[in-house]
DNA sequence: GATGCGTGGGG
DNA sequence: TCCCCAAGCAT
């Protein structure tokens, strides 16, 4: 839960998680859909199918007890250098690095590294500088004291200098270049799409939609969309043509405020999607689904439609 | 090596 | 309001 994501962001996750799937058997053991549903607002959702998947080969190849060494938790989905670092070395104390982004950030300022963190060639220098620092017997303590250190005092903007220990040993600090460092080049940013919601009734339920399994928000279920932002995905030509069947039909944007009041009506019972005629025929399957509102809970929902499940 | 993959908080 | 970015991994 904790790879990119913020303690704070984790921790009602991670206490409500626990509760659902107190061992390992018990998330072995449970459905796919439960899993993800549980995970659902959390962001990176390969993460929850890859735990998943992970846990289940811990219970039939391990007998349940996660493995200690370092090259057998990388066979596990999901457990990178750094997270099978972490475990080796926190959980049974292993001499092994976990280099985080804490870590690197810690480095890059402490030796003065003026290159790209987010590049191997420095993860890998930080790696055998944390190597080097190493003290037989005293990873877990070492390690976790790294990343603390960096979450708490070396912090990514305005560093606590004033109350660091390291003051006097930091390059950066020396070098005035505390604030500058550590350098983080990424690619090009992203690019925004718009898109229109359709909130579709028929008596009881509701038109929704499951989105593939790979890719963005994988195998969340959702609300169907089209692009706004383009000729051929237009939300409005799409009222107007729906409104031309005579068919009362919702198309919103994606800002929650307004969702809410979609859902105060009531009142939509076709949608179209993709320029394909969707209509009370339509048969379920695996991607669509006509949903009895009470049912809402059950399914993992994509993103800040997860969030408008309670106004239903 | 570069890119895709979420979300929410803080400056 | 906008931008940055946070205990990475898979492809």
Not at 13 to 39: C, I, K, S
Not at 57 to 70: D, F, H, L, Q, T
Request: charged share 25%.
């Amino acid at each position: 839960m904790l790879q990119q994501t913020r303690v704070e962001a984790v921790r009602p996750y991670y206490e409500n998680w626990m509760e659902h799937f107190p061992t390992v058997e018990a998330l072995a053991a449970a459905d796919g859909d439960e899993v993800l549903r549980q995970w659902q607002g959390l962001g990176y959702y390969s993460r929850a199918r890859n735990l998943h998947d992970s846990v289940k080969e811990v219970v039939s190849r391990y007998g349940g007890r996660i493995p200690a060494e370092k090259s057998e938790l990388l066979t596990l989905k999901g457990i990178g250098d750094y997270t099978a670092g972490a475990i080796s070395s926190l959980a049974y104390n292993k001499d092994e690095t976990a280099v985080d982004g804490n870590v690197l950030r810690v480095f890059a300022r402490l030796y003065g590294i003026r290159e790209n963190i987010l590049s191997a060639k420095v993860k890998k220098k930080v790696t055998e500088l944390a190597r080097e620092q190493l003290p037989e017997g005293k990873a877990g303590v070492f390690n976790e004291a790294l990343i603390e250190f960096g979450a708490l005092l070396c912090i990514p903007k305005s560093p606590k200098c004033g109350e660091c220990p390291l003051r006097h040993f930091c390059e950066a600090k020396a070098t005035g270049l505390e604030k500058e460092l550590p350098l983080r080049i990424t690619g090009k940013d992203t690019p925004t799409e718009r898109y229109a919601v359709l909130i579709c009734r028929k008596s009881h339920t509701v038109l929704i939609h499951r989105r593939p399994s790979e890719g963005l928000l994988a195998s969340m279920w959702e609300f169907p969309m089209v692009r706004c932002d383009q000729p051929h995905g237009d939300g409005a030509g799409l009222r107007h043509y729906l409104s031309g069947q005579g068919l009362v039909v919702s198309v919103e944007e994606t800002v929650t405020a307004e969702l809410k009041h979609v859902f105060s009506h009531k009142k939509w019972d076709l949608a179209v999607y993709e320029g394909r005629y969707v209509s009370g025929e339509l048969a379920e399957s695996e991607v669509w689904r006509w949903l009895p509102v009470e049912k809402y809970a059950a399914l993992p929902w994509a993103g800040p439609h997860g969030k408008l499940t309670a106004c239903l």
